[in-house]
RNA sequence: GCGAGGGUGGCGGAAUUGGCAGACGCACUAGACUUAGGAUCUAGCGGUAUAACCGUGGGGGUUCAAGUCCCCCCUCUCGCACCA
């Protein structure tokens, strides 16, 4: 053994013999775990966002192996999307070449950390043979009515040339480049997510033990239910009704005017031989104008014109003016809203502004009447009704209900309910993604690739110029194609899929990913699947999170596997920031994963990014806190080779404590408090910076022990053997190299990924005496050292009788006083 | 505006049930070893007027006892944002 830790040898041949043996593939027995990380978009690099992920989940999969169980944890590339085809319009790279060429970069920079992935099912979506069974998907999404095309106003991101679906939009910008988005009208491909709305939300009450609450709060208000009834309004004077939506049917008879959405279909038509037309005309031609560069809505002032037209309220029969107002969405509900401007704020502020009729129906029980003319803000409270016919005096919690039963019975209205989540949009109009499989022939339509034709290949020949556009569309070879059903010539849908289907799945092929029969082997999923712990950043907590819900559900419907939720337990990791800010090039703050294992070496990487933080939290990068997470690996390091001759040979510790010398009891307690405190800390909680700093505390009391001493004292070579080993074995799944290294040295049986994680001893964590504090009016004023479980009324004298303790109650009158056995006393004077 | 989560030494962070606030690490200080030290080891390290007092964003409360529970306020981060 050398003298001094030196990580890049050892790490090297650790690194080549878990590879050669194949350590991490599945099969040895045991229990099922299947542990995911998220895989990276091969972009050509590792960053500190991907060490820390993968860090975290290494931990996790090694200690779940050294308990026993059977892990799957796979790795693959999430290997389509645009960079590549940015890539190549920049430098006359195929995106192709550039994938793969990122690809074994990154498989190096990853083996270089030492994870303990099985190699043998990676897989990169890029590849035929994995994107060819999710054209099959697709199709049988088809045959279901899960996939439809329509024409509609999408998310266009002009920068990226491509649509963008809802969950791609922030804040009215390009969640990958943040050019903000406009409008556009384009015929695309959707899923039908909607269809799986109440499911989706239904399946996050599951998911509440193993997701953190900020992310199942994502998920429901992203699908947004709102619980309520749709009402018909008939226009005056025509056959027309208007149908709003509202989940405020209680203040019906307080009603007094419509708002539509500017581009209601009815605007036009509402506004004709009324002498509105002009003005309606102008108005939506402003909105329409104003989408773009005023995305600030909620800050915007309410507008909006007279239509011309009236409808009647249905229960009073009052005419209300119909107005086509800015803050109506025409994408909600019904893209309509009856306007109650003494109950909601948007309808009072409208009201005002265009000297609308205000009627107060809700009024708060035991204050002072509403007086609509001294209103200054909409009443949204509760109230009994008020000016509501039948229905006065009814509280309003109980006229929802009592309302929308009664527009049943009149056949004007029902219960409804509606969701804010949105049909996912999957065209993409870019070239590197799967093909969508459809063909359209003149006679016969829409026509889906047979599935026998399949794999639909993505042609190697393009011609990537960014001049806009499908670039497919400009491939003849692959555009021209002759029509399945009728054999005239046709052509190929140039359109690709959005690359968030890929990952909707990719954790289901990774339990069977050479299988080549069909999308997924039975057997083998029902075998791994749902995914029992998976890890990965918050960005994600809508996006790939929600559609991989959907997905599996869908999949689920086309019969292929048995669950319904993907991910049991997830555990979403901070960003890793420095000087404050998210690493970034622009900020200059970017740590380079490679230039720290050149360094110090993977160990101390991966130390330091577990050790910093809990993993749930940001982790601040900081240089000297690397450095430190070194020197105990090098501190480590030099105790072993310093203990090592009277370890050698010797069986570690086995007995019970009280054979035990005193001397050396605190020994053994230390050791299995340790054990006990790493296995709730990663087992319970994951928080692997407390587990380290125990194992760290162990470490720092074995170096008041020296060889020499040992070989005088069986009993403490062996008690220092036990520690040592379960050094080792509780942070072998942390920094695995140097552990294997020290393993081998001390002679440890076994295979140490696989070995036995050390268990406690109960007994040992107990202490015989225990340190008592003695508070004097809540202060501590002395600390007893007393045998425990100390009768409490001995405890109490002897508290009494310190002379520290008598400083402070001479002459006084004790009132009370407390104790907390083996804890505390406290002395109220 | 609504929702969620934070605020503890110079810094990252501990404190699992209300029971010694500051574990562990970094930085810093002193000493040892040394030709040398940005290596290593030992010790110290919340503040201050140091037998004492103060101290977990601020103010109040409950309790023998509060970082932890309750009320009010300030502040930061994230998410949603005219969703009818």
Redesign the pocket.
């Known amino acids: 053994m050398e003298a001094e830790y030196n990580p890049h040898a050892i790490e090297k041949r650790w690194q080549q013999r878990w590879l050669e043996e194949k350590t991490f593939a599945t099969g040895r027995g045991g229990e099922k775990y299947y542990l995911l990380e998220m895989f990276p978009y091969p972009s050509g690099k590792i960053h500190m966002g991907h060490v820390r992920n993968y860090s975290i989940g290494d931990v996790v999969a090694r200690y779940q192996r050294m308990q026993g169980r059977d892990v799957l944890h796979p790795m693959g590339w999430d290997a389509f999307g645009m960079p590549a085809e940015n890539a190549a319009i920049a430098h006359g790279v195929h995106p192709a070449a550039w994938t793969r060429r990122n690809i074994d970069e990154m498989r190096a920079q990853l083996r270089r950390m030492g994870f303990s992935y099985d190699w043998d099912r990676e897989l990169a979506t890029c590849d035929p043979d994995y994107y060819r069974w999710e054209q099959v998907f697709f199709l049988k999404m088809l045959e279901k009515g899960l996939v439809y095309k329509k024409k509609s106003q999408v998310n266009w991101c002009e920068t990226c040339q491509t649509v963008l679906a809802n969950e791609q939009v922030?804040?009215g910008c390009c969640w990958r480049c943040g050019e903000e988005t406009e409008g556009k009208d384009l015929e695309q491909w959707f899923f039908r997510i909607t269809a799986y709305a109440e499911e989706l939300l239904a399946g996050c009450d599951e998911l509440k033990e193993g997701w953190p609450?900020?992310v199942i709060?994502?998920q429901k208000?992203w699908i947004?239910k709102?619980v309520?009834a749709e009402i018909d309004f008939p226009v005056e004077g025509r056959e027309l009704k208007i149908t709003v939506?509202?989940?405020?049917q209680d203040t019906l008879y307080g009603a007094t005017f419509m708002s539509l959405?500017p581009d209601h279909p009815l605007a036009a038509e509402l506004a004709r031989g009324t002498g509105q037309e002009e003005a309606v005309a102008a108005f939506v031609d402003k909105m329409r104008r104003q989408e773009r560069s005023d995305r600030d809505?909620?800050q915007?002032e309410?507008e909006g014109v007279f239509t011309g037209s009236y409808c009647l309220n249905p229960v009073t029969g009052r005419k209300m003016p119909i107005y086509l107002a800015?803050?109506?969405?025409s994408g909600?509900?019904t893209?309509a809203?009856m306007a109650v401007p003494a109950h909601?704020q948007?309808d009072f502020e409208f009201a005002r502004m265009y000297d609308l009729p205000i009627i107060v129906v809700i009024q708060p029980e035991g204050e002072e009447r509403l007086d609509p003319a001294t209103l200054t803000e909409a009443y949204t409270g509760e109230g009994v009704l008020v000016n509501s016919d039948r229905f006065d005096g009814c509280p309003n919690r109980k006229a929802l209900d009592l309302i929308a039963a009664y527009l049943e019975e009149q056949g004007i209205g029902k219960k409804a309910i509606?969701y804010?989540l949105r049909d996912w949009g999957v065209s993409r109009q870019r070239y590197w993604g799967a093909p969508i499989p459809i063909i359209y022939c003149d006679k016969c339509g829409v026509v889906p690739v047979p599935e026998k034709d399949l794999p639909v290949t993505l042609p190697e020949d393009v011609d990537l110029d960014g001049s806009g556009g499908s670039p497919l569309a400009r491939v003849e070879s692959f555009v021209k194609t002759t029509c399945p059903q009728c054999g005239a010539a046709a052509r190929r849908e140039t359109d690709t899929m959005d690359t968030f289907v890929e990952s909707s799945w990719y954790y289901m092929r990774y339990a069977c990913a050479d299988y080549d029969q069909g999308p997924l082997e039975r057997e083998a999923v029902d075998k791994w699947l749902p995914v029992d712990h998976y890890i990965g950043g918050i960005e994600h907590a809508i996006l790939h999170l929600l559609y991989s819900r959907f997905f599996t559900r869908v999949l689920r419907d086309l019969g292929y596997i048995k669950f319904s939720e993907p991910f049991t337990r997830l555990l979403t990791q901070g960003m890793v920031i420095k000087d404050g800010a998210k690493m970034s090039k622009s900020k200059g703050n970017v740590v380079d994963p490679n230039a720290l294992i050149e360094k110090y070496g993977a160990d101390t990487a991966r130390m330091f990014s577990l050790f910093?933080?809990?993993p749930e939290?940001?982790?601040?990068w900081?240089d000297?806190?690397v450095?430190?997470?070194f020197?105990?690996l090098?501190?480590l390091w030099?105790l072993v080779y310093a203990l090592l001759p009277a370890l050698n040979g010797v069986e570690a510790y086995n007995g019970s404590i009280a054979e035990v010398p005193a001397a050396y009891a605190g020994l053994r307690r230390k050791t299995h408090q340790t054990i006990s405190?790493v296995r709730?800390?990663v087992e319970e909680r994951m928080?692997f910076?407390?587990a380290?700093?125990a194992v760290?505390?162990l470490v720092?009391e074995l170096?008041s022990y020296s060889c020499d001493q040992a070989r005088e004292d069986e009993i403490l070579a062996a008690l220092l053997r036990e520690a040592v080993e379960t050094v080792i074995l509780l942070l072998a799944p942390i920094v695995p190299h140097i552990c294997e290294e020290l393993w081998a040295e001390i002679g440890g049986s076994g295979e140490l990924a696989y070995a036995p994680l050390p268990e406690v001893d109960p007994d040992s964590l107990i202490e015989d005496t225990v340190?008592v504090?003695v508070?004097i009016?809540?202060?501590?004023r002395e600390?007893l050292t007393v045998a425990r479980d100390l009768d409490s009324e001995e405890v109490k004298k002897l508290a009494l009788a310190s002379s520290r303790v008598q400083k402070y109650t001479d002459g006084k009158t004790l009132r009370?006083v407390?104790v907390?056995p083996n804890?505390?006393v406290?002395i109220?004077v």
């Open positions: 922030e804040n609450e900020r709060t994502m208000n947004g709102s309520g939506f509202t989940t405020r959405a809505l909620a915007l309410k800015n803050f109506v969405l909600y509900g893209g809203v909601d948007r509606t804010r910093a933080s809990p939290l940001d982790l601040e900081n000297q806190g450095e430190g997470s020197r105990f090098s501190r030099r405190r709730s800390d928080h910076n407390t380290i700093s760290m505390e720092n170096k340190l504090v508070q009016n809540g202060k501590v600390r009370k407390i907390i804890k505390l406290n109220v």
